[in-house]
């Protein structure tokens, strides 16, 4: 099992950035897929992105694409998303999560073996 922790959430304005942290514990972090994924009051969680081990193939929802920005520093186990031009409806609990069974559903919850506590995200108008 791999452990995560998530931070850098927080209270922003529309069009503000922010930049989340996943600390991940183990050795093997830089095999793994990371993903983010985030949850709204009321709603189901759902994808945000995904970054293969190398860091080079990334994927987004169209929510986020061009605006969030997902990577990783293998020699520090940590995965970041940086997030531009923040929006209201981008308000929700970020989840950093692990992918170490290898699955190729990287855009489902079921793809992921292992989930961070989460970091509220809250973005007001």
């Known amino acids: 099992q791999v452990h995560l922790v998530e931070s850098g959430g927080g209270l922003v304005q529309a069009g503000d950035s922010l930049r989340l942290s996943c600390a991940a514990s183990g050795r093997t972090f830089s095999t793994y897929t990371m993903g983010w994924f985030r949850q709204a009051p009321g709603k189901e969680r759902e994808f945000v992105a995904a970054?293969?081990?190398?860091?080079?193939?990334?994927n987004y929802a169209d929510s986020v694409k061009g605006r969030f920005t997902i990577s990783r520093d293998n020699a520090k186990n940590t995965l970041y998303l940086q997030m531009n031009s923040l929006k209201p409806e981008d308000t929700a609990v970020y989840y950093c999560a692990v992918n170490r069974r290898g699955s190729t559903w990287y855009s489902l919850e079921s793809g992921y073996d292992d989930w961070g506590q989460g970091t509220q995200v809250t973005v007001s108008s």
């Open positions: 970054i293969w081990w190398t860091g080079v193939r990334t």
